[in-house]
Each structure stands twice: as structure tokens, then as C-alpha cells.
């Protein structure tokens, strides 16, 4: 067994089981599911489950956040869930009418880029590194040493087209070798501009004069072939790619099954890279070079502002997982225009969230929680991955992501106004500086923008933190107890939901309570078999075995009563539920009996805990119950 197998478990339980998957996917931290249902996921629990960060919903996605270990959490939810990894499920198609089409967009863009991203970050360092050493006169380019570094980090770039077409056929459902094909005619020398030019002379010229002046070295059939270097290009392959799976789709309904291994790919490719190149190359690649001189065109009218718009806005963009719609603009300006400057300042953000945390983890010294998250969260965020910090420890708190945007900005701005670029794709965090040496003049003086960028990002992050933001889970133990009594008057009311001796959460044997995964709370050992509620509110949750109940109270407030610990094995046996999901309940009233005496004699604990699954979204949960301070057999209260 694995050490995350019981993790893999709690995911696949809370997104609502096997059949409520219809595919999975991860990227650097997240495990991207697809839910036919996203209603039956439970949010909370998996948000304070010990190994996820947080749950967030985008891009018709249900993303679970887990951090650096990712990889290894997808491999056992995959053997827990018996998923297959190399196949995506099929969508129903009420899904896919129910995906609107920036939803669908995120998703195929998220799709294609994600699988390349690990090579692609390695390939980047590789290329980075050996422009570095050549820079700091380790070697020159003329040697064996650079030529072998650069064929091994420059592969991936030279080819990418073969590598987005293996990643855009499995999610067009095309068959990848015939993505792989699609990637290695675009890349084929024979049909390169540059090659062409070189080896004669134009035939004629098309479109003289427009931006879309092409010079005609070869026709197809009599039809004129308007060429383009289509190395390093990303629209294109993605492009010919989703036409070829609509064409192969279309070929397989219509020829029979003894021939179709044959005749199905054979017109697939035919069709597709002919239209390929004869018209959605050479119109993709227009379309790329207009986007970006446009960006760039926009870019000047203001570099600074343009630079503190996007690092300002970047870690929203990544907590809804939209920055992904935005990832392809950086690729196609280093593509088109050998280096991006337009998306650059979002690197400061790396540094600006590290450095927030830092200074968080100095004033909340004592708290444990926070360094359990915040210290691991700071390591992976010096390496370039920000989301376990975002998640487990900016958005909780609210003002330090705030913070962390304003610092952002500035910093952006400053990146903006004096053109920090890359050169080569790749890298993160310090790993993408060697990417912002220029391989042309081998100047270093970009990076050392980038590295006062760096210092001003750490610097002011951490500053702004000590001085706006405030421990507000500190206490000052002398005066602990008349602020609880003072919060209680503005607090909501948890009343006892059923007769027993009230004990702390710590007494439960079970990690998924005693820890506070699940939520803050208290328990009771039960004197009787009654439950009743202890809010006005809404019954929102109730297990089919009636072990369980959640109940959301008019102020908001999401109670969970479990009935003894791992009794749902009784499988509904001496629980008798008296309402039902959606019912309207007052304080006091009557929602479920069990018999109190068959459970221990069964062999199970009848401790039964009492939590608020969205702790989170209140200042405090107090526990006058516990302490001796209870008015009116208050249980607990959850303070605004």
C-alpha cells in the first residue's frame, strides 16, 4: 500500500466516487477531474483533508490542489478509482452542451500544454544554462560540449511540433501516431520557407503589398503553396490536428470495419496536411504574427501599466485556472518574435508570494497549522510553483493575497518599464533566469533586470507583510476568555444536538476529526439515542446509511453530526432517520434515532463529533460547551 493510497481514498469518495468520474487529468499541482456531478463532490471535506491544499472550479474542471506531490496522488487515485490514465473517458453529450465555449477553450488549451509541461520545463533549463556558461566564457559555441547541451535542449523547441501533436491528438481522440505524423510533416526540411528561399527563386508572389505578402516556391496539384517554418510553431499542428480527428471520426462511421485499419488513416492524413498546407499553415501562422504585433502594439503604448496588469492580475488568473487561456500568447511570441516581454512580468509573482509567506510564517510564529502548510508552501514557491501557497496559505487569509497582488504590480510595472524578456521557453522560478540571456549578443544585462526585479519582489513583499498584515488567529491568553464571552453576543449558536458528555475533537479516533481536517468542532459521547437540531436551518446532507447529517443553518453555517466512528460498516442497521435532504427544521427539533446499545454491542464507538465543515469562513469557532462558559446549552459558536 501506498503512503498515499488513503489519501487517494478520501479524493475519490469526496468527488462523489467512481461513477461520478468521467476523466482525470493533473498538471504541476492539481488533479483536474471532469465530475458528471459536481454537486455530489463534498468541497469541504477534501479542502481539509491532510494533503490537499484546497478545491477550486474552473474551466469545467473540478481541481483538487495537492502540491509538489501530484504526480504520485494521480497514480493511486488512478489504482483506487481503476482509472486508465492513457484514455480519457468519453464525455456524455449533455456535458458537452453544458460547457460553454470559454470552458471548453481553458479545457483543450489546459489539455494539449500541461502533459509537455515537465520536458518542456527541463528542455528550457537545459537551453538556459548552456546560453549562461557560453555568456560567462566556459566554453564557446564552436565546441562539442555547447553543440551536444543545445541539440539536447533545443530539441524539444525545434521539434515542438511533433510533441503538440502527439499531446492535441489524445485530446482530440485521434490516434497520436497520427498526431505524430501530422508534427513531423510540419517539420519536414524539405518544405521550409528558409530551406525553399535558399534553394531558388520564388515563382511568383501572392498578396504583394498586405501583411500577408508570401512569395510562392512550390504548388501542389497546380494550386500554389504558400510556405512557412513551421519548427517551433504551436497554432498550426493544433489546428491540422483537431481536423484530422473530426475527419478520422467521419472515415470510421462510413468504411467497413476489414479495410478501415487501412483506408481510414490513409485519407485521414491526405485530407488533413494537404488542407494543412495549402491553407490553415500558412493562415494560422498570419493569424500568430498578427496577435502578436498587436500585443506588442498594445504593449507600447504603455509597457509599465501593461506590466503591472498582468503580475497584478496572474495569481487570480491561477486560482480560477484561467491563466492557462493566456499560456499560448508566451509561447507564440517566442515563436514569432524570439522572445516574450509581453507575459514576462508575471515572474515576479513567484517571489512576491514566497516572500509574503515568509514574513507570515515570522509573525505567526506559534501557529502550527500555518507553518504545517506555510513552510513547504515558501520552498516550492522559491522553485516556481505557487498554488500550494496561493491556496493553503494567501487565499485563506484573504489580505496577504491581497498584498501579494499589489507588490505584483508594482514589481510588474518596474519589469514592464524596462523590457525584462526570455528568450527560450522553460524553466521556473531561479531555473527561468538562464532563459533571459540573449542567445544572440549573450549579454547578460536582462538577467540582471531580472534579478533586481527579484530582490525588490522579496523585499517589498516582505515588508508589506510585516506592516499591514496582522496574526488575527493570535489571542492574548489573559484576556482570552472575556473576548469569547464578548463574541458570543455576535456569534451564531450551536446548540447540543443530542445528550452525552461533551469532549474535545482530539478525543475521536479518527485522524479525519481529531486533526480538524474536516472542520472545528466538539463531541459527544451519547446518554440516549435522539438527535435533534441544534440550528433553524436546512437539511442539505443525510447519508443513506443515517449515520450521518449536515445541516445548513439560515446564517450560513454547515454542521456535520457523525454518529460514531466508522459506522457507516452497519450500513443503515439501528439508525432511524426522521427528515429528509431539503426539509426545513426549527432548533430542537426531532431528525434521527439510533439505538444506542446495538452499536456498542456491535463493537463500534458511539462518540459522536459535532463539526462546522466551513470553519474557514468564519473569524472563529468558540467552544463554550467544553470550557464550562455554555448559555442555554450552546454548544459551539461560529463567530463572523
Not at 419 to 425: D, E, G, Q
Request: one cysteine or more.
Amino acid at each position: 500500500m501506498s503512503k498515499y493510497t488513503k489519501l487517494a481514498e478520501i479524493i475519490v469518495k469526496n468527488v462523489g466516487g467512481r461513477d461520478n468520474i468521467i476523466s482525470l487529468k493533473h498538471c504541476i499541482t492539481r488533479l483536474r477531474f471532469q465530475l458528471k456531478d459536481e454537486s455530489l463532490a463534498n468541497d469541504e471535506v477534501l479542502k481539509n483533508t491532510d494533503g490537499v491544499v484546497t478545491v477550486m472550479k474552473a474551466g469545467g474542471q473540478y481541481q483538487v490542489v495537492i502540491g509538489n506531490q501530484v504526480s504520485d496522488v494521480y497514480d493511486e487515485v488512478n489504482k483506487v478509482a481503476h482509472l486508465n490514465p492513457e484514455e480519457d473517458a468519453q464525455l456524455d453529450a449533455n456535458d458537452k452542451k453544458n460547457k460553454n465555449w470559454f470552458n471548453n477553450l481553458i479545457d483543450i488549451i489546459s489539455g494539449i500544454f500541461q502533459p509537455i509541461l515537465i520536458a518542456l520545463s527541463a528542455a528550457g533549463v537545459i537551453k538556459g544554462f548552456n546560453t549562461l556558461f557560453v555568456s560567462l566564457n566556459w566554453y564557446s559555441q564552436n565546441t562539442g560540449t555547447y553543440a551536444i547541451l543545445n541539440a539536447i535542449g533545443d530539441a524539444m523547441f525545434m521539434f515542438l511540433p511533433i510533441i503538440l501533436g502527439f499531446s492535441a491528438a489524445k485530446k482530440f481522440k485521434l490516434n497520436p501516431y497520427m498526431g505524430l505524423i501530422i508534427g513531423a510533416a510540419l517539420c519536414y526540411p524539405a518544405v521550409q520557407l528558409d530551406a525553399l528561399s535558399k534553394a531558388g527563386k520564388p515563382l511568383f508572389t501572392l498578396f504583394a503589398g498586405t501583411p500577408f505578402h508570401s512569395q510562392v516556391y512550390q504548388t501542389f496539384l497546380g494550386l500554389p503553396i504558400i510556405s512557412m517554418n513551421y519548427t517551433s510553431t504551436v497554432v498550426p499542428v493544433i489546428l491540422i490536428c483537431y481536423l484530422a480527428s473530426k475527419v478520422e471520426h467521419g472515415f470510421n462511421k462510413i468504411i467497413p470495419e476489414t479495410v478501415r485499419f487501412f483506408f481510414v488513416p490513409l485519407f485521414t492524413l491526405l485530407i488533413s496536411l494537404t488542407l494543412g498546407f495549402l491553407l490553415i499553415g500558412p493562415v494560422a501562422t498570419w493569424g500568430s504574427n498578427l496577435i502578436g504585433s498587436g500585443i506588442l502594439a498594445v504593449r507600447n503604448v504603455s509597457p509599465a501599466l501593461a506590466g503591472a496588469l498582468v503580475a497584478g492580475l496572474w495569481q487570480i488568473l491561477v486560482i480560477f485556472g484561467l491563466h492557462w487561456g493566456i499560456i499560448p500568447i508566451y509561447f507564440n511570441n517566442i515563436v514569432t518574435n524570439g522572445f516574450d516581454n509581453v507575459m514576462m512580468p508575471y515572474y515576479c509573482t513567484t517571489f512576491v508570494t514566497t516572500s509574503v509567506v515568509v514574513a507570515m510564517l515570522i509573525k505567526a510564529r506559534k501557529d502550527k497549522k500555518l507553518r504545517k502548510v506555510g513552510i513547504p508552501a515558501a520552498i516550492s514557491g522559491a522553485l516556481g510553483v505557487t498554488e500550494p501557497a496561493i491556496y493553503g496559505v494567501l487565499l485563506p487569509k484573504k489580505k496577504p493575497l491581497l498584498i501579494s497582488c499589489v507588490v505584483s504590480a508594482i514589481v510588474g510595472g518596474f519589469y514592464g518599464f524596462f523590457n525584462l524578456r526570455k528568450f527560450a521557453m522553460g524553466g521556473m522560478g531561479f531555473f527561468e533566469l538562464p532563459g533571459m540571456i540573449d542567445p544572440k549578443t549573450h549579454s547578460l544585462d536582462n538577467m540582471y533586470i531580472a534579478l533586481i526585479g527579484i530582490g525588490l519582489s522579496i523585499v517589498l513583499g516582505f515588508a508589506a507583510t510585516m506592516i499591514f498584515w496582522k496574526d488575527d488567529t493570535a489571542v492574548n491568553e489573559k484576556d482570552g476568555k472575556v473576548k469569547s464571552l464578548q463574541k458570543l453576543v455576535r456569534g451564531e449558536k450551536i446548540e447540543l444536538p443530542l445528550k452525552g458528555k461533551i469532549v474535545p475533537l482530539s478525543k475521536v479516533k479518527d485522524e479525519v476529526f481529531s486533526k480538524g481536517y474536516i472542520g472545528k468542532g466538539l463531541a459527544i459521547v451519547p446518554e440516549e439515542g435522539i438527535v435533534t437540531s441544534p440550528v433553524d436551518g436546512e437539511i442539505t446532507t443525510l447519508f443513506p446509511t443515517g449515520h450521518a447529517i449536515g445541516i445548513t443553518s439560515k446564517n450560513g453555517a454547515e454542521i456535520l453530526i457523525h454518529i460514531g466512528i466508522d459506522t457507516v460498516n452497519l450500513e443503515g442497521k439501528y439508525f432511524k432517520p426522521l427528515v429528509k435532504k431539503g426539509d426545513k427544521v426549527k432548533t430542537g427539533q426531532k431528525l434521527l434515532e439510533f439505538n444506542l446499545d446495538k452499536i456498542k454491542e456491535a463493537g463500534y464507538s458511539t462518540i459522536t463529533p459535532v463539526v462546522i465543515t466551513n470553519s474557514n469562513d468564519f473569524t472563529d469557532v468558540l467552544t463554550p460547551g467544553l470550557n464550562g462558559d455554555n448559555l442555554d446549552d450552546t454548544l459551539l459558536v461560529a463567530v463572523k
